[in-house]
Structures are given as structure tokens and as C-alpha cells.
């Protein structure tokens, strides 16, 4: 079965400071590729998605991503972050019409 | 701006008694999603709907979770009789499958204290 892999659990970094946030998932193959953002207390929202074209995907807020097919990977950056990013980041991959979550990357970004 | 909504925000309740939880997906969505999000064990998805028919529940213990779609614009969980270990925030998703493009939209949660 498909599993998505968070190498980073928390991540602390200052503001402007630039932010990358490792995601593996296990299965090759089509897949398709998104990253949800959850601010405290709040639900997750959709930061960007990937199914096909450019492996370079922008999204909302200034977040992208890159798919690497060769090495299973999809991570999420952003050049310089905010304090107002603190929020917990959660990678997931589709299969059969299912969203395998990642165990979630909790970034706190000091002012 | 079409959202997920989901009743109750919040719920307390005691030992034994039983749990409705309520989901409104995005009008003309067609597939549901329950999932569960716990400190311990992340999100772990419960059940699946699509065109209200249940796909996947292998997530969910069956003997007692349920969980259905009266119409298309309802999914419920319900949970009999709860306990302890089921406290948590509760979510749910909707999404417009295409078989290749699936986006899933999440409601803002039930948050679940089972005392």
C-alpha cells in the first residue's frame, strides 16, 4: 500500500528565514500529489496540488513544490516565511480515489 | 464561496452515550470523506462515499461506528456507544471525482470529548 513519509516533525525557524519540508511517498506510478496546510484549531486547506505537467507547482501564499519522479518526492518551499505560516503541514498522494496522509510537519516560525 | 460545513463544532458527551455527527459536502460534490484526527495517530481516514454508495470503511470500527448518506447533500457518523478513546476532531471531506483528479475539500471538524 502507498505510505507518505514527513521526515521533518517540527521545524522552528525565523521569519524571512527560507522553508523546506521533505515529503516521500513509496509507490511510483501516476500519482497525484497535494500539500494541506492546518492553522491551529482550524481545518486543512489546500495549499497546492500536482497531477500532471510541470513538476514545479505554485500555489497559494507563496508555497511551491517539486515533483521529483525518480526520487518519490514532492517538497514544499517557500522563500521566506512569516510568522503568520506557523501552522501544521501535512503531505498526501491519492490511491484509488483515497488520500494517504503524511505524519504532518509542525512549523513554528518565531517573530 | 462553497464550503464543507459539519454540526457540531464542538460535543461532550459522557461514557455510553451516542454520537451524531453531521457533514453538508460542496453542492455537486460526489464523493464524502470521514476522517479522524487524533495527537497520537495523525489523520486516519474512516470511510469513503462516492455517489452516496460507501467505497472504503476498513478504517472504521465496525462495531460502533456507522456511517451513511440519507441523500446527497447529508452524510452522517454516528457513533454508539462511544467511549474514552474516541475523543478527537473529527472531519470530513468532499471532493468531484473524475477517477484521475481527485481535490478533497475538508469542513472545519467536529471536535469530540468522550468523558
Known amino acids: 500500500a502507498q505510505s507518505v513519509s514527513q521526515h521533518n516533525h517540527h521545524v522552528i525557524l525565523s521569519e524571512a528565514a527560507s522553508l523546506e519540508l521533505g515529503c516521500n511517498y513509496s509507490?511510483?506510478?501516476?500519482?497525484?500529489l497535494f500539500w494541506y496546510v492546518q492553522y491551529p484549531g482550524q481545518h486543512l486547506q489546500l495549499l497546492l496540488k500536482?497531477?500532471?505537467?510541470?513538476?514545479l507547482v505554485k500555489g497559494i501564499k507563496g508555497f511551491e513544490a517539486e515533483f521529483i519522479k525518480s526520487k518519490f518526492s514532492f517538497n514544499l518551499r517557500k522563500p521566506s516565511v512569516q510568522w503568520s505560516d506557523t501552522a501544521e503541514y501535512f503531505c498526501a498522494v491519492t490511491q484509488g480515489g483515497k488520500l494517504i496522509f503524511g505524519q504532518g510537519t509542525e512549523l513554528s516560525v518565531k517573530p | 464561496d462553497a464550503r464543507v460545513t459539519q454540526t457540531p463544532r464542538h460535543k461532550v458527551t459522557e461514557m455510553g452515550q451516542e454520537v451524531t455527527m453531521r457533514c453538508q459536502p460542496i453542492?455537486?460534490?460526489?464523493?464524502v470523506f470521514w476522517y479522524r484526527q487524533t495527537m497520537m495517530q495523525g489523520l486516519e481516514l474512516l470511510a469513503y462515499f462516492r455517489n452516496r454508495a460507501p467505497l472504503d470503511d476498513s478504517g472504521m470500527p465496525k462495531d460502533r461506528f456507522s456511517a451513511e448518506m440519507p441523500d446527497a447533500t447529508l452524510a452522517t457518523l454516528k457513533i454508539q456507544p462511544s467511549e474514552p478513546r474516541d475523543s478527537a476532531v473529527y472531519f470530513c471531506a468532499s471532493g468531484l471525482s473524475s477517477g484521475i483528479t481527485d481535490t478533497q475539500y475538508f469542513g472545519p471538524g467536529t471536535r469530540l470529548t468522550v468523558l
Open positions: 500536482y497531477f500532471s505537467g510541470d513538476p
Open positions: 509507490y511510483g506510478g501516476t500519482v497525484n
Open positions: 453542492l455537486g460534490h460526489n464523493t
